[in-house]
């Protein structure tokens, strides 16, 4: 009977001893899926002595929830979720050895645009980007063109008419040979991920080729006009001028440098 | 009949000197011109976030145009002082103001980036330093006693042409889209045409002596250019010392100008402060280019000892600058910009208006042409040194100290300038034909009149 008793108080200790890594924590909830609001709590099951506690955020330590009681219950309120603090949050216990526990606050990405304006040449290239912030990063991007109150979706074709360029956290379209009658108009990205989609919108303007040449041969029509004047008032005063070629001096006293021959430099 | 004050030319002759008239229709064409040059060198920053988005290059690859264009304007000036002395000023800035113009307009053609730094730095960069350094010469040999003034005034319109493109180059990229904007500057740049066509015809220069008929053998064409280019100044003592001190006044005096906000935000201060300082700074330069000009032409000082005090004052300021915000004052700063924001202005009146004091009006051109180019080095070490130095300690105090410290060495340098301790001009250096040209240097040069009929 001792026998017995003492082997299977062993095989218990054995058992727990290579159980998992650190002590058991309960959180409550699991995950965040898209709500307003949330408080994240940690229960530690096991008896262990805890010395304090804290959490992190995206891995830095959040100053104002570190606490050094030894309680074993952990509570962090986040009164209003965006996607500014949206990510991976982990309650610490200072226990022997520490234990964590993740949470993960999960939000719509928040999809914005660079520029919500953007402009192009004719059959130059049109450049647009949107970013986006969050957790998590969406996975999928889309681009859509609003004609009619369609959104009609834009297929990347790379090389041709679209481009577009992805990565987690941006998407570049970029549209080839723009042209004024098809491409003007509204464009819609959107991001997508496990939660759900966000979109922005761009408006793109194409500008005529010859649009910026109308001023620019204004203004040098107004160089031609006043390099004319200039030389045509030159050539009236020249006569006048005979001795000197150049304006008339402030002088008006008669000295005797004034020399039928002198050339004025003025 | 030398008078002890600065304005030593002789009571009887002072009429016959070139002073305002036409003059000051010079001043409004080079206020025209520098501001194109300058003025649109300096707010070509909103370009450049467009080309790091189109051609998708970093942001260094992109800055190279700039450092391409100043670098071409500042390199080619002796070329641009030479041909003024070969030809004339008028048909040298005309062609500068065209090429000007016409490297923006290919520049809105630009497909690669290559061709940009060839367009916008190199052809652009060629006609301004075809146009700068002729224009100045040309508005510094019209006056005599206003000399300062009129460069003070002129010079006025880089900061005020910054301040005033900055917004209208944003609206230009953003109706037109960057081509349309650079297509329109080129036209712009234009306008330094009919400001060049201001410039009366004048007495060509003397042909150097050694040239006898039409000779085309090597020999003599390597003289005549020597003699355009003015390279004989570099034998000279006085200039040398000259142009090292202004060498050594440009390494620290653009380094405010790089590092100033960056060195407000990382004591502390906002964004929005941080920039005030800087517009701050900026219009008390302006402020102090014009009564700087005005308060030198009134001859109670020398101009080189004005250009010293001026010099020495913005050394020590720029050297404060840290010392203000390591006390946290935003206040202390703010004065402190202020006052070397005056001073810096104040300083760049004078170092073109000393120039012809120390090398005589005739060689004035050549002498500008050739100071660009040397200085052109010193702009370039200035700024990659303080970064350097911000780098290694970890914040801008060395860099400012280093600078400040720079420009009183210069003033130092510019002590050893002979005559510097007189109280009046050093008498010039008699030209080669006439003996009495000693007697009455600038309006011997300005007139060129037989010397027979001079009086004393």
């Known amino acids: 009977m001792m026998l017995v008793w003492t082997v299977s108080v062993m095989l218990l200790s054995c058992w727990r001893a290579d159980a998992s890594t650190g002590p058991k924590i309960t959180s409550e909830p699991i995950v965040v899926n898209n709500q307003t609001s949330a408080v994240l709590s940690c229960n530690l099951t ?33 009164e209003k979720i965006t996607h500014t603090n949206a990510g991976k949050y982990e309650c610490v216990f200072q226990t022997e050895p520490v234990s964590k526990q993740t949470i993960e606050v999960k939000t719509l990405p928040h999809v914005a645009a660079y520029k919500h304006s953007e402009h192009g040449n004719e059959k130059d290239k049109g450049v647009m980007v949107c970013v986006s912030h969050g957790y998590p990063l969406p996975t999928d991007w889309n681009w859509f063109k609003e004609e009619e109150g369609n959104h009609a979706p834009i297929i990347n074709n790379t090389g041709l008419k679209f481009e577009i360029k992805n990565t987690p956290n941006k998407t570049i379209l970029t549209i080839n040979d723009l042209n004024i009658q098809d491409d003007i108009g509204n ?80 | 009949m030398s008078k ?3 304005k030593a030319e002789s009571g009887g002759d002072e009429a016959e000197l070139p002073d305002g008239g036409w003059g000051w229709v010079l001043v409004a064409a080079l206020f025209i011109s520098t501001s194109l040059v300058f003025g649109l060198m300096r707010s070509l920053g909103i370009f450049f976030v467009e080309f790091v988005q189109y051609f998708e290059e970093s942001a260094q690859a992109i800055s190279w145009i700039s450092s391409t264009g100043l670098a071409a304007q500042q390199f080619f000036s002796p070329l641009g002082a030479a041909l003024c002395n070969a030809y004339n000023a008028r048909l040298v800035v005309m062609v500068g103001g065209f090429l000007a113009g016409f490297g923006l307009i290919l520049a809105s053609q630009a497909t690669s980036l290559v061709h940009l730094y060839l367009t916008m730095g190199l052809i652009s960069g060629l006609g301004w330093g075809l146009v700068f350094t002729p224009m100045v010469a040309t508005v510094m040999a019209n006056f005599t006693r206003r000399r300062t003034l009129a460069l003070g005034v002129a010079f006025s319109s880089i900061g005020l042409s910054s301040f005033a493109f900055n917004p209208l180059f944003q609206l230009l990229v953003e109706t037109y889209a960057w081509r349309g904007a650079l297509l329109i500057l080129g036209g712009l740049s234009l306008n330094i045409i009919p400001c060049g066509a201001l410039i009366r015809p004048q007495q060509q220069r003397p042909k150097p002596k050694v ?59 906002s964004e929005y402060e941080a920039a005030f300082v800087m517009s701050a700074a900026g219009a008390t330069d302006i402020l102090g280019r014009v009564t700087s000009g005005w308060f030198s032409d009134l001859g109670y000082f020398r101009l080189i000892h004005l250009m010293s005090l001026w ?146």
């Open chain 1, 46 to 78: 096991d008896p262990l002595p805890v010395k304090g506690s804290h959490w992190i955020y995206n891995g830095k330590v959040i100053e104002d929830s570190v606490s050094t009681d030894s309680n074993p219950y952990t509570i962090l309120r986040l």
């Open chain 1, 187 to 266: 464009y819609i990205c959107s991001g997508t991920n496990e939660i759900g989609s966000n979109s922005d919108k761009i408006y793109l303007r194409v500008r005529s080729r010859l649009a910026a040449l109308w001023p620019f041969l204004g203004i040098v029509a107004e160089v031609i006009v006043l390099v004319t004047i200039i030389f045509i008032y030159e050539r009236r005063r020249k006569p006048d001028e005979v001795n000197d070629g150049s304006a008339p001096l402030k002088s008006n006293s008669t000295t005797n440098h004034k020399d039928k021959n002198v050339r004025q430099r003025n």
């Open chain 2, 4 to 6: 002890p004050k600065a």
């Open chain 2, 211 to 269: 040239v006898s008929v039409k000779t085309t053998s090597c020999a003599a064409l390597l003289q005549r250019v020597f003699s355009y280019l003015e390279l004989s100044l570099l034998l000279e003592r006085p200039y040398l010392t000259y142009t090292l001190g202004v060498t050594l006044f440009n390494v620290g005096y653009f380094v405010p100008y790089f590092h100033l906000v960056a060195h407000s935000r990382q004591v502390g201060f």
């Open chain 2, 311 to 456: 010099t020495a004052l913005a050394g020590v300021f720029i050297m404060l600058l840290p010392v203000s915000s390591l006390s946290g004052s935003y206040a202390a700063l703010m004065v402190i910009s202020l006052l070397y924001g005056f001073c810096s202005g104040a300083l760049t009146s004078l170092v073109f208006a000393v120039v012809p004091k120390i090398v005589g009006v005739q060689r004035m051109m050549g002498a500008l042409g050739l100071l660009q180019l040397i200085e052109s080095g010193a702009g370039l070490l200035g700024g990659p040194l303080s970064g350097l130095l911000r780098d290694v300690t970890g914040n801008y105090t060395a860099s400012f100290v280093v600078a400040g410290s720079f420009l009183i060495l210069g003033t130092l340098t510019m002590a050893t300038l002979p005559h510097f301790f007189s109280c009046t001009d050093p008498p010039q250096r008699c030209s080669q034909n006439d003996k009495d040209a000693c007697s009455h240097p600038e309006l011997h040069q300005m007139n060129s009149i037989p010397s027979d009929t001079m009086v004393q």
